[in-house]
């Protein structure tokens, strides 16, 4: 079963590193300037989910309404201080198993794209020193469609020159799940089994997986 997991494509936040935090410090701040209370739990509805789309519900949280010229300055004024942030991330902030997972990969002769909702995703690549890990990154620049829509996925199984079925994403969000099934992926849900269920295999992180033990569940 190893040879048919040619590639690996990762989601980025929740799976290699925890930038959800800094993003729930920013819409925070945007949330207290607008005058109401964005909290953790409202924070969990944004997970893999489009910077539009996240204003689009932290606003329908609040209650506000904006026009669109509104919510074109709010997302920008969210992603300056979002970027502040993420400005300062250390390789320190990779999550456990992420890279060591990446290098075994690599040694195997796998195939890695990343395969992220996130506009800053090269960026956060390159503050973690993993860009090079990559051989393919196809993030919210390179497409339109958010998941569960399989576009992000069957971008970055052609980018890697695969058939979606020979490749496994990693995936946190249960819309993500969603996306890499629709594509034809098989995947790995990185997270609670409550929510992310349908995922062909479910772990807490990639520190409890080796290449072997993906292949041997997955046959
Ligand atoms: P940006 P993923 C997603 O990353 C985040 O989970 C989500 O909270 C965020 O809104 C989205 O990226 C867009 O991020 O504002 O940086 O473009 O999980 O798809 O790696
Ligand atoms: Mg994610």
Same mark, same amino acid.
């Given at each position: 079963?190893? !040879?048919?997991?040619?590639?690996?494509?990762?989601?980025?936040?929740?799976?290699?590193?925890?930038?959800?935090?800094?993003?729930?410090?920013?819409?925070?701040?945007?949330? !207290?300037?607008?005058?109401?209370?964005?909290?953790?739990?409202?924070? %969990?509805?944004?997970?893999?989910?489009?910077?539009?789309?996240?204003?689009?519900?932290?606003? %329908?949280?609040?209650?506000?309404?904006?026009?669109?010229?509104?919510?074109?300055?709010?997302?920008?004024?969210?992603?300056?201080?979002?970027?502040?942030?993420?400005?300062?991330? %250390?390789?320190?902030?990779?999550?456990?198993?992420?890279?060591?997972?990446?290098?075994?990969?690599?040694?195997?002769?796998?195939?890695?794209?990343?395969?992220?909702?996130?506009?800053?995703?090269?960026?956060?690549?390159?503050?973690?020193?993993?860009?090079?890990?990559?051989?393919?990154?196809?993030?919210?620049?390179?497409?339109?469609?958010?998941?569960?829509?399989? %576009?992000?996925?069957?971008?970055?199984?052609?980018?890697?020159?695969?058939?979606?079925?020979?490749?496994?994403?990693?995936?946190?969000?249960?819309?993500?799940? !969603?996306?890499? !099934?629709?594509?034809?992926?098989?995947?790995?849900?990185?997270?609670?089994?409550?929510?992310?269920?349908?995922?062909?295999?479910?772990?807490?992180?990639?520190?409890?997986?080796?290449?072997?033990?993906?292949?041997?569940?997955?046959?």
């Amino acid at each position: 079963m190893l !040879q048919t997991m040619k590639g690996a494509i990762f989601d980025l936040d929740g799976v290699i590193v925890d930038t959800a935090k800094y993003h729930y410090l920013a819409w925070r701040s945007l949330a !207290q300037r607008l005058g109401f209370e964005f909290t953790e739990a409202h924070n %969990e509805r944004l997970k893999g989910v489009s910077r539009m789309e996240s204003l689009r519900i932290l606003l %329908e949280v609040g209650g506000v309404t904006a026009t669109e010229e509104e919510r074109e300055n709010m997302a920008v004024t969210k992603n300056d201080e979002y970027v502040d942030y993420i400005s300062k991330l %250390e390789p320190t902030e990779i999550l456990p198993g992420a890279k060591e997972y990446l290098l075994e990969l690599r040694e195997r002769g796998v195939k890695i794209a990343l395969g992220s909702a996130s506009k800053n995703a090269a960026f956060i690549l390159a503050r973690l020193g993993i860009s090079d890990l990559f051989d393919a990154v196809i993030d919210g620049t390179k497409v339109s469609k958010a998941k569960p829509d399989p %576009e992000v996925f069957l971008a970055a199984s052609a980018a890697l020159g695969l058939a979606p079925s020979d490749c496994i994403v990693f995936e946190d969000a249960e819309t993500g799940v !969603q996306a890499g !099934q629709a594509a034809g992926c098989r995947v790995v849900g990185i997270g609670s089994p409550a929510i992310l269920g349908a995922a062909d295999l479910v772990v807490g992180g990639l520190d409890e997986l080796t290449t072997q033990s993906i292949t041997k569940t997955s046959n």
